[in-house]
């Protein structure tokens, strides 16, 4: 399996979550059990999260699309690990199937910092909320293209939205839901040409055509809906989940777990390039519907300020931002940047070759490209005060 270290120097109060997307190329071969792990641990290799690992596998659809692993280190009163400020690892795991040579997939990283609270809060979940499923929004479609990345997701407010979605494709959105805000979505396949020509009767159906998950401001999965496809329009959506609380992390589901955080909830949808073979390679309309119902509450009273800033609240210009469908790209940015429009801030070195420095200084996502240099060609830069790079680290041998 392939493997790659990154190093992480935290202060002892912030809880630190680390996104890994693993992004292959189009016509790449998955099987159900590929996928990517990742773990943050200690300079002991005690592993922070609860579990050894956090991963994303292709799952049954066996469809080539963007899956996240996110891992963390987390500062409360029940985390009796990781404790205490100091220098803190990155591991990310490729995992395969089979042993057959792989190809090269392209990672891109994440990573936010939460300051722990003034003051002592609840440590139990809501006890009640709405379950119900919800009635999602009717009326005309408005037209919003999706972006290719969470960089370049495009905004989204309540409504109903639409766009064409070609088979293999990944289509990235991101919605604000505020502290006491409940967001429901639901996802449509139209139908086939083919089938309105009468000329698909016997194309069979895909299974796990359509693949609809939803991310929170920390990237890390809610929830994840599929369908299969005939030809005939098809729906999915996802389960109703609670409204924005701090207090949800500590829900035994992950689903409730998952929204601890106002913020960019972010939403993939992915169509199987297996819907080319048997209704062909025409786009097919994408229709979303998407409710964020209540109003919004006051927030928790953080001890410091997250990073980055505008990572875990909604401010007026996130919702303007939605309502003009803006992308991601640039946010919190410095001058300059990557293709993504994002900077990185690196510093080579560490315990051994491969190992990097990821600044939690502001919006930083390492764009990892097998046409990049490796990360030993990148120079070496002060870990105390690293220069911001328009850098780009090739994954190691066996991506």
């Not at 120097?9 to 979550?17: F, G, H, I």
């Not at 693993?22 to 999260?49: F, H, I, L, M, W």
């Not at 766009?163 to 979505?185: H, K, M, N």
């Amino acid at each position: 399996m392939g493997q790659r270290f990154y190093r992480l120097e935290l202060r002892a109060q912030d809880s630190v979550y680390v996104s890994v997307t693993a992004v292959p190329k189009p016509g790449t071969r998955v099987s159900y059990a590929d996928g990517v792990e990742a773990s943050v641990q200690d300079a002991d290799g005690n592993n922070c999260s609860p579990m050894e690992a956090e991963e994303a596998r292709f799952g049954s659809s066996e469809s080539p699309r963007p899956i996240t692993a996110t891992a963390a280190r987390r500062v409360g009163p029940d985390e009796k690990s990781c404790r205490g400020a100091g220098t803190y690892y990155v591991l990310v795991e490729r995992t395969r199937a089979s042993s057959a040579a792989p190809e090269n997939w392209d990672l891109e990283l994440h990573v936010a910092s939460e300051p722990a609270l003034r003051k002592g809060s609840a440590t139990a979940p809501p006890e009640t909320w709405n379950s119900a499923a919800p009635v999602l929004p009717s009326g005309e479609r408005k037209p919003r293209e999706g972006g290719t990345s969470f960089n370049k997701a495009r905004g989204l407010e309540k409504g109903v939205w639409g766009a064409a979605i070609v088979p293999g494709e990944t289509l990235f959105y991101r919605v604000p839901v505020d502290w006491g805000q409940q967001l429901s979505v639901s996802a449509e396949l139209g139908s086939s040409g083919r089938v309105d020509r009468g000329m698909a009767r016997d194309a069979g159906y895909v299974s796990s055509a359509l693949v609809m998950s939803l991310s929170n401001p920390a990237r890390a999965q809610v929830d994840d809906v599929d369908t299969a496809y005939d030809g005939r329009q098809k729906s999915t959506a996802l389960d109703p989940l609670p409204p924005v609380a701090y207090e949800n992390r500590f829900a035994l589901t992950d689903e409730v777990a998952a929204m601890r955080f106002a913020g960019w909830y972010y939403l993939a949808v992915h169509l199987s390039p297996d819907v080319a073979e048997r209704f062909g390679d025409a786009p097919l309309e994408l229709t979303l519907r998407v409710d964020v119902d209540g109003s919004p509450r006051p927030g928790p009273s953080y001890a410091g300020t997250p990073e980055p800033a505008e990572n875990f609240g909604v401010t007026e210009r996130d919702t303007a931002a939605a309502r003009r469908g803006e992308t991601a790209s640039g946010a919190g940015a410095r001058s300059g940047g990557d293709d993504d429009g994002l900077m990185v801030v690196i510093a080579a070195g560490g315990i051994g070759t491969g190992v990097v420095l990821l600044g939690i200084l502001g919006l930083w996502t390492l764009i990892a490209r097998r046409r990049a240099a490796r990360a030993s060609e990148a120079g070496s830069a002060s870990a105390a005060a690293p220069a911001p790079l328009a850098a780009q680290f090739g994954p190691p041998r066996g991506w």
